[in-house]
């Protein structure tokens, strides 16, 4: 499955606020939230529903709706969880994991200290949430550590992607979708995408 980028006037606009390095801690915070609903909608077009009867002030009818218990998210720590606040406004009832990980500054690969995620897991549908798909070394241990929970419904959430994570999550899994923002040029040498918008988790919480 081909990654999906949104495409949207408004996705870009918040994008460009993003992206510029004098935009500050609390805009910044915002604005990744706010993507990161746009990107619920656009992964839960497929969501199942279900009818129920209910009366508006005008008549009775029927309407649909999700069974919201049937979904997880699970924000990579740190940066993910900046994602969280505008996902739950989406769907309130959803259970909440947390992976926590940490990147090698030599070998840039994740180190996982933390790994906390709803009972019964494998009968949810699961949406991993990372505003940067870089190498993709994140991504796949979360992926690989939720798959040996028995999760067989996953889908991968970020912001920003590079092409290499796309190509490293493509070859390992092809059954998990990528959604994002927007896919970016290349990796540098130090493995932060280009033109990027810097390292996320600080500028989320303002510790850089």
């Known amino acids: 499955?081909?990654?999906i980028e949104l495409n949207?006037?408004?996705?870009?606009h918040k994008l460009a606020i993003l992206r510029d390095k004098k935009t500050g801690t609390k805009e910044f915070r915002e604005i990744i939230s706010e993507l990161g609903e746009m990107l619920c909608y656009e992964a839960m077009k497929d969501a199942k529903t279900y009818e129920v009867e209910i009366e508006t002030p005008m008549e009775?009818?029927?309407a649909k709706k999700i069974n919201e218990d049937n979904y997880a998210f699970v924000p990579i720590l740190r940066a993910g969880t900046g994602m969280l606040d505008g996902i739950i406004?989406?769907?309130?009832?959803?259970?909440?994991?947390h992976i926590g990980m940490y990147r090698d500054e030599e070998t840039f690969k994740p180190n996982v200290y933390f790994f906390k995620v709803p009972k019964d897991i494998e009968k949810r549908e699961v949406?991993?949430?990372d505003p940067m798909l870089a190498t993709g070394g994140s991504g796949l241990d979360a992926i690989e550590l939720l798959k040996e929970k028995?999760?067989?419904n996953l889908k991968f959430l970020c912001i920003i992607a590079a092409p290499e994570g796309i190509k490293m999550i493509e070859e390992k899994h092809p059954d998990v979708q990528i959604y994002c923002a927007k896919i970016d040029r290349q990796l540098n040498e130090k493995?932060?995408?280009m033109p990027g918008l810097g390292d996320a988790g600080d500028r989320i919480f303002g510790t850089k």
Do not use: D, Q, S
């Open 1 to 3: 499955m081909k990654a």
């Open 60 to 62: 009775k009818m029927k």
């Open 127 to 129: 949406l991993i949430l």
């Open 89 to 97: 406004n989406v769907v309130p009832n959803a259970k909440i994991g």
């Open 150 to 152: 028995g999760v067989t």
């Open 8 to 12: 949207h006037p408004l996705v870009e």
């Open 191 to 193: 493995a932060y995408i």
